[in-house]
């Protein structure tokens, strides 16, 4: 396990040995868990998104982007 982003809006956790990847939108409260091609291509957006300087607005935008799959509440996890 390894944390690669926290930011007050968004935290990513990269699990390397299980080709998976979790993202929290702290926004909302909620956790989305990606594993194999969806946790590559999303390490790949990420990756993409990293690259550039970046303000709060387009992080958002990219949290938004990848909101489909974050549904569970952090209560539950």
Not at 13 to 21: G, L, Q, R, S, T
Not at 33 to 46: I, L
Not at 53 to 64: A, G, H, N, S, T
């Amino acid at each position: 396990m390894q944390v690669v982003f926290n930011h007050p809006l968004m935290y990513v956790i990269d699990y390397p040995a299980e080709n998976a990847v979790e993202m929290l939108d702290k926004r909302i409260g909620r956790v989305g868990f990606f594993r194999g091609s969806a946790a590559e291509s999303f390490r790949s957006d990420f990756d993409a998104f990293l690259a550039e300087e970046r303000d709060e607005e387009q992080l958002e935008d990219f949290i938004d982007a990848h909101s489909a799959q974050v549904t569970q509440s952090i209560r539950s996890h």
